[in-house]
């Protein structure tokens, strides 16, 4: 039936007898019907024009079969039936020899003409070789991996090392090298890029083989090729692991068919004259007309030809179909003929709507072909259409992607055929995402691009720490000009770009079309239920790569749906005003808990689904009235995997039947844009993957549950009654429509997609901006050095200008790259996208916590969009695209705010990589000014709980992120903490490029200028006030892990420097310098704690009448001390590790440390009141650690070391502890104590203030004094009447009930962990103050 309305008829109708001849004749008269007939079959040696009437015989219905079989017969050359032609040797068709002609693990297509590598080096070859003439054969790059792509010889044998064009006999070029290979490798050619065309030709008359890409020679590669009896040459490749093509021997057009060259497949001669004459018949019908009163034949033009019902038409149409049809089942016909025809009816321009001619051929295909006719024609033409969009070349006006999406679209209005298609051949057998997808050219100047940007720009204004600045003051007139230039440029190229993407979005518009319910279920519901499928298998693989979609086609496809989506939702919101819009869209909660969609044992914020279901019954029954029958919860467990394992129910298959099971056919399992890859190669004959469990798992409640193919309308959107996917609302969600529910289905997975591979991908882009900067500041430091560069130095200059252009080369061509990546994935519109993405997020994140315990079903993933969103709009759109413009953003980001500050100690959350996540994006969020504001503005009851939570004891979790933290809302209070970066790093890059997201994330905020919170500070101060308990665990765990931190970097860098040192120079492993580097770091972060705390609350050290206070001063002075020696002593180990400027260890230096000691000395010794500062210096002074010239040294000044070991000796005996145990190794003559410099703070004017450096001066004075009067007050200390633990204080306390004795700093220390007694382990009941009776 036509999908128009039309007439219905069978093609039975139109199969005449010889009983039907009269009344078939009687349709119009015989000599109408005769001209007519003579008209649409012209006799093929006179072409379309009609013969004369004197000698055209009469032509009726009853003769036309015999006579359309002699016009197709006319012309027609004898095809050789075995396909044998002269110089080529194998089967017909060509294709991959997956039976022996490969070495490694492959994939191969259904048709045997794509592959992908599962191994190191894969090799495959052809069924066919040649050894004499001329052949050709096309190669479709899918990924622009390393592949080695050309010919061999049958005696060529590969290895996974050795592959095409490593033998004797086998040549190869590589794109990805840029290089030729035979046994040697030399340059030759271009670098490809995915979406190219390889031609492999070999001349074996003239002994050569040359290659072209996107039909452009690349010279020839090779000459003197071995030839003669007992050689031949099959098409082979070579390719690493993931890497994909498809191969084209002639089963297709060839794409740039080069002159004189043959295809390694014979094309179908005769079927090809066939199939063109008959759609000339079809074209004569439809540009002719019967005008039955006049008795004569009309010329009329076909683009308004409909398909009335007419008879005469109908049965001539029909007799044409019945040779037609069978022919349009061929791939070759169909891309060659079919498409061609298709194609040429939109070339005239104007919208789609404006070619109806196309929607009536369909209705036309429907009606006289049969059904799987109709469906094998309708897959090929779409598989035509992929591959031709996929691999046509990049050109100025985007010209061959639009013909091709424009026949799409008009094939998809068609609404019959959408169905079909979306049923059977969009998701289940191409790789229908290539439509959304716009790829990136690689060659600038071949895409066009520089015609259409002439100018090009970048940035030449740089701060003093090498960023761009963003308006420079001091732009001249010509910067300006090229900059404007640069911009129309790349709005241009946006304009263009845009015309496709509204072509794509228009092919998801009709794809989510849920009014077309005339011949069956709605099309939205079908591609529902396909995203779904495709979904599962991209988060059900995740450890597959070759069957993942590719995320760069993931991100042009998130895009495009996220606005068909959002315009069906803002039309179903104009037809129910009482709806939700689509800017305050969000997800409802009860989708995660009611069994209606499936997550695919994706990971919930509570743990696994089956646990949640037995833990969380009742919370289901009473809040959301879900009842799960105890019979039918699933015992899925951890235990019930490794029992499956065990049990070998499901033994593993081998070779070629290992794809039999559920990864038989992933859609993404396939080469470039054809079917799917149901061959697995393996020479090892091993499997590689065997899943434990189906993919789809089946939900075990009492309520209606279908796999996802079986849904149906009724299911999603639910009726009278039934809620569908809102079965289960809790009393927490308002009772309000929202949207149709398939719509909610389809946001809920644009959100997984943009958590399976979108963010990462976003990040990966960026490096063509980062590129841009690297060459703008190296091409300004190189015209700076030619500008200084003195005239007699001839060979320098020269030096400097090759260098000056190549960066201004290398610029220029990716200036236009990054246009056409801003257009395409950065642009203004896209960033609205990530961030309605984002407010999609925060606000289902809301209504999922307002319901409680259920709260704990919510997938992780919402809370991962969430922040890599986030992430994403500050990191990698901004600053093109200013997040201030964004609508609503304030309020936004104290939205997310809340929700970080609120869940990073959610106990309703269990996955400890989620809480880690929290954490880091929360670190993250207060390194910015704005994002930090944002975080003061939640409610203070937040604000404070918040801050509890980070003040908790540091052990047994994650305090390395807690304590960035606490730093960034310090940092820029603290002592001399006012740097963004460190002064000696300065000119250096931070190495963060492959850091996972959010690290790469915290990287980055850790170089933004400072920005402490004074509101956050204030709750910190009254909580550690008013808790004392809490206060003395966590600056009791946070003086544990400066300890730890500090022991583990000094024992690190004494094996640093003895690997330097050693003669054979042995290298240092990195990992070892980034752990070191890593523990500096945490030990200057904790060391800025602890000055933050000591500043904010000083009494928690000073105050003794506080339970642990003088303990704590009395641990803060011993470490104090014991970093401020390692740091400062003269020709330490310390220093010739700094010197050495080793790779990794570029954050270890003086400065950060020192002041950070510094900051916490001057606080108490100098800002403090008067008892405070008494017991400090007291405290610090009886240390066995204490070493004045420790304090010097920040000043740069020798010091006079006799007071220190005076007052030293005559105190206490020489000790050692854990921290000052090892023996300094001689120090090398390169660092000598002559030619190193002093370290001093009067050096860092930019950094320290002069009211600081007063302040420590003040502070050596005072223990310089201090000292002398200590030196000279002090009596001498017999050794008995030391503590015998540590020999450096008076015994002061005995122990109840055994009267051992110590030092109260000793034993006070120790009970905080253990309540035995050192000596005889009895349990300590109390302690007691002693002192000395007198003699």
Known sequence: MSSKGGTTLTRRNYRLSSDDKHRATGIVNEKLLSDFLHQVFPPTNQGPAVASLSCRKPLGFQDLDSHLEQLLSDGESEENPDGAVEGRLGPQPVVLDHTSGFEGLLFVDDDLLGVIGHSNFSSIRATTCVYRGKWAYEVLISSQGLMQIGWCTLNCRFNQEEGVGD?????????????????????????????????????????????????QSLGTAFTDIKTGPGVAYFPAISLSFKESVAFNFGSRPLRYPPNGYLPLQNPPTSDLLKAQRLLGYIKNVLSTSIDVQEERLLDKDPSVWRLHGDPTVLITLA?????????????????????????????????????????????????????????????????SLLRAYRFSPIIPDLGFQIHYLRLTTAILRHEKCR?????????????????????????????????????????????KEGKDEREPKDESADERLRRRAYERGCQRLKKRIEVVEELQVQILRLLLNNKDKSTGEASRYIFLNKFRKFLQENASNRGHPTALCPPEYMVCFLHRLITAVRGCWDEGQRKSPGSVSSEDAY??????????????????????????????????????????????????????LDEDEESGAAPRPFGAAAMGGALARPSWLSS?????????????????????RPLTQPE?????????????????EGSHGNDGLLLGRPLEEPDQPIADKSLLEIVDGIVMMYNLSVHQQLGKMVVVSDDVHEYAVALKDTEEKIARCPSRRADILEELQKSQKVFAEKLNHLSRRLAWIN????????????????????????????????????????????????????????????????PGYEETLTQLAAILAKHFADPRIVGTDIKDSLMQALASYVCYPQSLRAVERIPEEQRVAMMRNLLAPYEQRPWAQTNWILVRLWRGCGFGYRYTRLPHLLKTKPEDANLPSLQRDLSIASFQQPCPSLLLQRHMAELLSVDKDMAASFLNSVLNQLNWAFSEFIGMIQEIQQAAERPERNFVDTRQLKVCATCFDLSVSLLRVLEMTVTLVPEIFLDWSRPSAELLLRRLAQLLNQVLNRVTAEKNLFDRVVNLRLPGLESVDHYPILVAVTGILVRILVDGDRQGVSRAASVLLSDP??????????????????????????????????????????????????????????????????????????????????????????????????????????????????????????INQHLMNNKDCFFCKATITGVEDYSKPSA
Request: proline share 5%.
């Open 419 to 463: 169905k079909f298609l979306l049923s059977s051949v969009l998701f289940d057998v191409l790789r229908s995402v290539v439509f959304f997808y716009i790829k990136t050219p690689l060659r600038v100047k071949e895409a066009g691009l520089e015609e259409l940007i002439p100018t090009t720009w970048w940035p030449t204004h740089f701060d």
């Open 1185 to 1306: 650690c204490f070493q004045l010239h420790s304090i010097q040294h920040l000043l740069g000044e020798a010091g006079d070391s006799s007071i220190t070991s005076s007052f030293t000796s005559s105190t206490r005996p020489a000790v050692s502890t854990s921290l000052s145990s090892s023996v300094t190794p001689p120090l090398p003559a390169a660092v000598g104590s002559s030619e190193r410099k002093h370290f001093s703070l009067h050096a860092y004017s930019d950094y320290i203030s002069e009211e600081e450096k007063q302040k420590v001066e003040l502070m050596l004075s005072f223990l310089t004094e201090e000292s002398k009067q200590a030196a000279a007050s002090t009596a001498p200390t017999s050794e008995e009447d030391l503590c015998p633990i540590c020999y450096a204080h008076s015994i002061s306390a005995i122990f109840k009930p055994c009267s051992h004795k110590s030092c109260k700093a000793c």
């Open 319 to 383: 007799h044409v179909f019945n040779y037609f049809a069978p022919l349009m089942c061929k791939v070759y016909l169909v891309e060659d003929v079919l498409m061609s025809f298709l194609l040429g009816i939109l070339e005239g321009g104007g919208s789609v709507d404006e070619h109806p001619l196309i929607q009536q051929l369909l209705d036309l295909f429907w009606l006289l072909m049969e059904d799987y006719e109709v469906n094998e024609c309708l897959k090929q033409l779409m598989m």
């Open 823 to 886: 257009a395409t994935i950065y642009s203004k519109e896209k960033m609205l996208d990530v961030y309605w993405l984002l407010c999609v997020c925060i606000r289902t994140i809301e209504h999922s916590d307002q319901t409680g315990s259920l709260f704990a079903f919510s997938p992780e993933f919402y809370l991962n969009v969430a922040m890599n969103s986030y992430s994403a709009l500050r990191n990698y759109f901004s600053p093109a695209n200013g997040l201030e413009e964004l």
């Open 167 to 215: 033998t004797p006999d086998s040549y190869a070029y590589d794109g990805n090298r840029v290089r030729k290979w035979n046994v040697t490798t030399t340059n030759y050619g271009k670098s490809w890029a995915a979406g190219d065309i390889v031609s492999c030709l070999i001349d074996l008359d003239e002994g050569t083989i040359t290659f072209c890409l996107n039909g």
């Open 587 to 640: 997800v409802p909660p009860q989708l995660f808990y009611n069994g209606k969609v499936d997550y695919f044992d994706l990971q919930r914020l509570g743990g696994l689904l089956s646990h949640l279901k037995k833990t969380l019954k009742d919370d289901l029954a009473t809040k959301a009235n879900i009842i799960i029958d105890p019979a039918e919860i699933q015992t899925v467990s951890m235990d019930d």
């Open 700 to 716: 075990k409640v009492k309520i209606r549950t279908l796999a996802v193919e079986q849904r149906t309308e009724e299911d999603i």
């Open 672 to 692: 470039p844009t054809l079917g799917r890859a149901n061959r697995f190669l393996s020479t090892a004959a091993v499997s590689l993957m065997t899943p434990r």
